[in-house]
């Protein structure tokens, strides 16, 4: 039995494939866009069929003429096709619009395509065909993600053409009105068309089996906010059009015709969630006894500012930016990426907002190629990748994120830092980059906050070390806890070890905020990770000495909630990690001595 937490609520569930009543069929995949949908399946895959004919030599100009017309006619609807569902989201649509572009601009598919017209005088939507096929195999074959997403993108493009050159009507049932009984879009790839379809059509969700988890689709899907989850091989070979399915992007998975049972279950909680979420906000976070708790917003992307504004957090603890490598699969120049710091500082309105440095290697597979080994987790990954050879990328960020302080309030954070070395080094880097705008007469504030993120058990242990050259911590425990227990956040055979009620975890926890006590720098720890949202946890780590938090913007209203029914006002002030992991963990760890 797993259980999860939402929105500080709790959802307990069975592993495995297939669940016990009825016809009920639980597939496991990956979350994309965390939340909850419940509709009917709508396969998506369309199907076109091809008229596939030999032409005479003389029709050969006119077929490629024909061809190329379908290029154009898509060229020209591409725009309409990407703004439509993101009006707002600048950067990320941009680069989408830019890549969809770029392929159909990529004149050696298109010339391909003509000469095999020209040479097996095949009619044009064969010959799109059969090199797309060919294009297609290549990019499967690409060890890099990041690439082999990017093939999902040309299948859709290709797709599309054909399309257009079979007049195939884009299907059906798509237009659906928003008050028909809601739909959960059904699809082998991952494709920004379907999506598209998903939003048009006021989808309750989204699924599918491929686990192109970088790619543009899946970008898309978290930034419509779309509950959805991928990866789910089975998928096609268990759902029907019209079954009820429920698609579950909390735990990352879908549950085909579930019983009566499951589908009450997951109702009630959907349901329970709106009611939650109305709930007014108070103005802070504060426990029973008045203890004020500060608490902040964890967002992957600039759009989800207006998430932390609207729940009322203090500001953003944790901007992760890796999604700007996802979005143009290559490093935005310094401008580009100034623009959208600035742009996210002025949002915020005077809030601190932290910026966290690309964080690559690892589970987030971006630049792959760079942080390969056989082990990734342990290898070239975050601060290390850019102190062992990326430095140029490092200081062109630093420089961004600095420059961006001239619009408010900025921090930034320095991910995967393993020694006080590895602090010292960025300082340095950081210190002459002021230095450099400073003699260019560059505008910046003097008041850029300098963190490091405590995610290994060296950082933890070197804490008061760190403290002294570093403005503030926040504790990453999504990877500190992969790396004090050795076991792969990601890997679902040892996931019950990322277990935060652990003695020997929360006495590491309480090591380092006792570090922090010390040096009268408590105030300056914040907790970002995702045990911040766990509804057991949170009551352990305030009376373990946490006052600071960054959550992701959904749980904030449940993290309020857990506070104002705790009293610390009888919390021992206790001396050592020792004893308060004796306090804390008493009730909840023992384990029955076997004899
Ligand atoms: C963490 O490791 O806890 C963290 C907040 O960073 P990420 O999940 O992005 O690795
Ligand atoms: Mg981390």
């Not at 009105?177 to 494709?191: C, D, F, G, I, M």
């Not at 505008?443 to 760190?466: Q, R």
Request: glycine share 6%; proline share 3%.
């Amino acid at each position: 039995m797993t259980t999860q937490y939402f929105w500080g609520m709790k959802i307990c569930f069975q592993r495995g494939i297939h669940m016990s009543c009825g016809t009920e069929v639980r597939l496991h995949g990956i979350s994309i866009c965390p939340g909850i949908g419940i509709g009917h399946v709508h396969l998506v895959d369309h199907v076109i069929h091809l008229h596939k004919v030999r032409i005479e030599p003389s029709q050969v100009p006119e077929e490629q003429a024909r061809y190329m017309r379908a290029v154009e006619t898509m060229q020209n609807t591409l725009q309409d096709h990407v703004s439509l569902v993101h009006e707002s989201s600048l950067l990320s649509t941009k680069a989408i619009l830019d890549v969809h572009n770029a392929i159909l601009a990529d004149e050696s598919l298109h010339n391909r395509v003509r000469s095999r017209i020209a040479s097996q005088k095949k009619n044009a939507e064969w010959c799109l065909e059969e090199e797309g096929f060919r294009l297609f195999a290549e990019f499967d074959a690409m060890k890099n993600p990041y690439f082999r997403a990017r093939g999902e993108d040309i299948r859709d493009m290709v797709n599309d053409i054909l399309s257009i050159l079979t007049s195939a009507q884009i299907s059906e049932s798509f237009e659906v009105a928003a008050t028909e009984s809601k739909k959960v879009l059904a699809s082998r790839h991952l494709y920004p068309s379907s999506v598209i379809r998903a939003y048009r059509t006021h989808a309750a969700g989204f699924t599918s089996e491929s686990d192109a988890l970088t790619s543009h689709a899946a970008i898309l899907l978290k930034g419509l906010g779309i509950p959805s989850v991928g990866g789910v091989h089975d998928l096609h070979a268990s759902i029907f059009e019209g079954d009820e399915i429920i698609v579950d992007g909390i735990n990352g998975c879908v549950i085909v015709r579930p019983c009566l049972e499951t589908h009450v279950f997951y109702q009630e909680f959907t349901r329970d969630a709106e009611v939650f979420e109305t709930i007014p906000l108070p103005e802070h976070c504060v426990t029973k006894d008045g203890t004020e708790i500060s608490l902040k917003a964890n967002i992957e992307n600039p759009h989800q500012v207006s998430l932390m504004l609207s729940q009322g957090l203090e500001g953003i603890g944790l901007f992760r930016t890796e999604f700007l490598l996802y979005a143009s699969g290559g490093v935005p120049n310094e401008e580009v990426q100034y623009q959208v710091y600035s742009d996210l500082v002025n949002k915020a309105h005077g809030r601190p907002v932290i910026i966290r440095t690309f964080d690559v290697g690892a589970d987030k597979k971006i630049l792959s190629q760079e942080c390969t080994g056989d082990n990734p987790s342990l290898g070239v990954r975050g601060i290390r990748r850019h102190l062992l050879g990326q430095t140029e990328e490092l200081r062109l960020q630093l420089r961004a994120i600095v420059r961006a302080s001239a619009h408010g309030n900025v921090g930034v954070l320095i991910p995967m830092v393993t020694t006080i070395d590895d602090v010292l080094e960025v300082k340095r880097h950081f210190l002459s980059i002021q230095a450099e705008l400073r003699k260019s007469g560059v505008a910046f504030s003097e008041n850029v906050a300098f963190g490091a993120m405590i995610e290994t058990p060296a950082a933890a242990v070197s804490l008061k070390d760190i403290l002294q050259e570093v403005d503030f911590v926040s504790i990453g425990t999504n990877d500190l806890l992969q790396y004090f227990m050795a076991a792969d956040r990601d890997n679902e055979q040892v996931i019950h070890y990322q277990n935060v009620k652990d003695p020997a975890f929360l006495w590491l926890m309480t090591f380092i905020i006792q570090q922090a006590k010390k040096v009268n720098r408590e105030s300056d720890v914040t907790i970002c990770g995702e045990i911040a949202s766990q509804a057991e946890a949170i009551p352990l780590l305030l009376q373990i000495g946490y006052r600071s938090f960054s959550v992701s913007p959904v749980s904030a209203s449940g993290f309020r909630k857990i506070c104002s029914h705790i009293d610390l006002s009888s919390t021992n002030d206790a001396e050592d990690a020792g004893s308060i992991n004796k306090t804390v963990c008493s009730s909840n760890t023992k384990k029955e001595k076997v004899t």
